[in-house]
């Protein structure tokens, strides 16, 4: 079993920088606009040959109310009629892409996010699983990791059964706060009592895997009430815990604005928060696996890193790494091989480039050789906190220490500073370094230099 992380306060005001979460490398930021369908055709057909297992990510914008703190790629409204048009388009892009595939390329992972994905009504999500079903080979024997966010204000027992019906077996549950003055302060007021109630109802049905996803860091947070939050969701089990720091980037994201930043707190208060909720969360057993996610020690992510073979995509981390990403619906992401591609953000240039038969995409790139070779380095750094150079270096035809030797003076120094063990063979990220591992990951990224550090969000 892997060590506990190491609380260090003086390593986390150190190592604290702004810096990308790695859910790929290249990250977005570097994405742009010369790639484009063909690009994507082209990546489809090397898949299909490969007959590589899929993962499909299908993107529900729609949300009825609006939470001050999301980031998310969202469209509030009330009016439920919009959802028609969009899934018309929608399966559209299920049609085009299909096409493009071999039907026995199985669908080992599907992911609905948003958004608030049971927006749709019974009769849409329905309809937009039955295109899913018709155009992909998704599997129908529930071995399948098909997962669903889920609003507990937009959810029942009733849509808990269909989702279920429908093949989904694992639920996402965002919850982020229960304290009334926090859910005020962001315009989310959402009980206990109805989370409880969709949590029930997935274990009653059967659904696989449960996670809760917290934000600390919100308006009118306290060490205090935040611990209490976090007790009562220690009561509900879930299998896995997503605890994730809120950035508060109002220049980015419009709904921020709304956030009273006096109300926020200071950022001793917030690593005083975080540190309270990791002694909560590993004295009731959860474990650490890094990048803000825990999970209880049976879980398959637990496993996973145990057995060095957890993996990081655009879904977090996951256990289908080897499966081609399949990105579907506004701004959703894809990664084929070595192509990323994205698809336009912008709901109504989505609905009228699929209305004119051709794909959205937009945006993307296609990794080179070194993009490659550090793509490995920094998924085994964040997903197993461990890089032995000898499998970077038959993997890839090099020589890891002359290759990458102006970076180890930076590496060293994290060696002095007890973040990370460092020798001829191999780096090892230390318990007081584990919760910074975006820090050591920085060190191999060739375009972070480029960027303004202010697009992305602080390590802790």
Known sequence: MLDAIRWDTDLIRRYDLAGPRYTSYPTAAQFDGQVGTFDLFHALRDSRKALRPLSLYVHVPFCANICYYCACNKVITKDRGRAQAYLQRLEQEIQLIACHLDPAQKVEQLHFGGGTPTFLSHDELRQLMAQL?????????????????????????????????????????GLQDLDPAVQRAVNRLQS???????????????????????????????????????????NLQPDRLSVFNYAHLPERFMPQRRINSDEL??????????????????????????????????????????ESTLQRNFQGYTTHGHCDLIGLGVSAISQIGDLY???????????????SAQLATSRGLLCNADDRLRRAVIQQLICNFSLEFTEIEQAFNIDFQGYFGELWPQLQGMADDGLIELDNERITVLPAGRLLVRSVCMVFDAYLEQHNRQRFSRVI
């Open 133 to 173: 079903r018709k155009n992909f080979n998704l599997l129908d024997d529930d071995s399948g990791d098909y997962g669903i966010e889920i609003d507990p204000r937009e959810a029942d027992w009733s849509t808990m059964g269909l989702l279920r019906e429908l093949g989904f077996n694992r639920v996402s549950i």
């Open 192 to 234: 206990l009592e109805e989370t409880r109630a969709v949590i029930d109802a997935a274990r009653t049905l059967q659904f696989r895997s449960i996670n809760i996803d917290l934000i600390y860091g919100l308006p009118r947070q306290t060490p205090e009430n935040f611990a209490r939050t976090v007790d009562e969701v220690i």
């Open 265 to 306: 707190p200071t950022p001793a208060q917030k690593l005083e928060i975080l540190q309270g909720t990791i002694e909560q969360l590993t004295q009731a057993g959860y474990r650490y696996i890094g990048m803000d996610h825990f999970a209880l020690p049976d879980d398959e992510l637990a496993i996973a890193q145990e």
């Open 341 to 355: 591609c994205q698809n336009n953000s912008d709901l109504n240039q989505y609905q009228n480039t699929l209305a």
